[in-house]
T-cell receptor, first 117, second 116 residues
Framework: GENVEQHPSTLSVQEGDSAVIKCTYSDSASNYFPWYKQELGKRPQLIIDIRSNVGEKKDQRIAVTLNKTAKHFSLHITETQPEDSAVYFCAALTNNAGGTSYGKLTFGQGTILTVHP | DGGITQSPKYLFRKEGQNVTLSCEQNLNHDAMYWYRQDPGQGLRLIYYSQIVNDFQKGDIAEGYSVSREKKESFPLTVTSAQKNPTAFYLC???????????????FGPGTRLTVL
């Protein structure tokens, strides 16, 4: 099955700096890569996603890059703010064979991001 | 996110008891999922269902059971066979419906289960 590795496990930055979180995946059939933000005790919320036919996607201060050959993808947050502090999870989706399957998401272990004012 | 609900928010169970966690969605999504989250860990898939009356085991299905009798409901039963059930349980849904999305999974607020 799919295996997703996420690094670093913790990341501490100063407000205004950039933050980068990296993930690798094992299954070349994975075709959808979302990033979720989870605040303490809350539900994960999708912040950005990318499909396997796209190399980069940007949404304001957040961007995601995908390298299919190397099987890795990264989250980039620029001009970090204290409210960006949370746990961030990457995931990779693998579709089951045939039909209208919505596939299975495999999550990374998470990165605790702390942005210091 | 208000379209997917879980109850209760907190649940306490004695060892040897079965408990059922509720998950309801009004997004008209086809697929529903149950994840377990332990402190400092990612989300691990317990069971998922792509269509009513059908479901598949995820990566950690042992000690759990589910049913999908209605499109909007996907309850999870934590049985006494689950050796370490204390965790945060998250339900999610995806697929069509009013969100008009396909792969994006929308999460419920979670249930925190503690075994006493």
């Amino acid at each position: 099955g799919e295996n997703v590795e996420q690094h670093p496990s913790t990341l501490s930055v100063q407000e205004g700096d950039s933050a980068v979180i990296k993930c690798t995946y094992s299954d070349s059939a994975s075709n959808y890569f979302p990033w979720y933000k989870q605040e303490l005790g809350k539900r994960p919320q999708l912040i950005i996603d990318i499909r396997s036919n796209v190399g980069e996607k940007k949404d304001q201060r957040i961007a995601v890059t995908l390298n299919k050959t190397a099987k890795h993808f990264s989250l980039h947050i620029t001009e970090t703010q204290p409210e960006d502090s949370a746990v961030y999870f990457c995931a990779a989706l693998t579709n089951n064979a045939g039909g209208t399957s919505y596939g299975k998401l495999t999550f990374g272990q998470g990165t605790i991001l702390t942005v210091h004012p | 996110d208000g379209g997917i609900t879980q109850s209760p928010k907190y649940l306490f169970r004695k060892e040897g008891q079965n408990v059922t966690l509720s998950c309801e969605q009004n997004l008209n999504h086809d697929a529903m999922y149950w994840y377990r989250q332990d402190p400092g860990q990612g989300l691990r898939l317990i069971y998922y269902s792509q269509i009513v009356n059908d479901f598949q085991k995820g990566d950690i299905a042992e000690g759990y059971s589910v049913s999908r009798e209605k499109k909007e409901s996907f309850p999870l039963t934590v049985t006494s066979a689950q050796k370490n059930p204390t965790a945060f349980y998250l339900c999610a849904s995806s697929g069509g419906g009013i969100t008009k999305t396909y792969n994006e999974q929308f999460f419920g607020p979670g249930t925190r289960l503690t075994v006493l």
